[in-house]
């Protein structure tokens, strides 16, 4: 078995299209990953700092331009980015949410083979780390596994990597626990469950 992905996960971080065909959130984690890549952004809408990341999205009218720029000034008051002298510079919380969603985009391109293994995820994260086990939760979810019980989900490619990464932007790698397995108890709902996963997946991407 193998899961086709045509796009490169820089693609994915920054679609191809026009300013207004962005979502919120794309917009968003296009905007850091250009920041966290170095581009120096002015603080100031009509600064010449701005042009080359106006180029980037082709941002050509005057409503295209406010909106990048207004996307900004957002991140901003919601402490993804703060302002050092007159640019825009990515706040720890920035850096945390453009590592998370770089680990998505790795794990949404080029082609996976099935090894003929199961690849199981357990933790068991302690209660002053409740938030940390929400966002590993709802990570495990968003790349494919398959929630088999509490705290243990499953993925028939290896992702090790990814979330091992991801564990570490929280400072939970010591809670959680890798295993693969040629066969378990239910393997067969199991199984179910991921292809039909992975089917909503293709069908939300519009693939054949």
Known sequence: MRELHSKSWEEKLFPQKPVAEYSGKELTVALLALLAGGVVVVSMIA????THVFAHFSAKSKHERYRIYNRLTKLEKSGYVHKSGHYFVPAPKGVVLIRKSMLRARTKTGVKRWDGR???????????????RQDLRHFLLDIGYVHYQH???????DFKKEVEEFCALYGVRAFVNFITATAFD?????????????KRARAQKGSP
């Open 47 to 50: 600064a010449p700092g701005l």
């Open 151 to 157: 705290s243990v989900f499953v993925h028939k490619f």
């Open 186 to 198: 239910n393997t067969p709902s199991v199984e179910k469950e991921f292809m039909r996963i992975q």
């Open 118 to 132: 199961w690849h199981i995820v357990l933790f068991d994260l302690p209660r002053t780390h409740a938030p940390s």
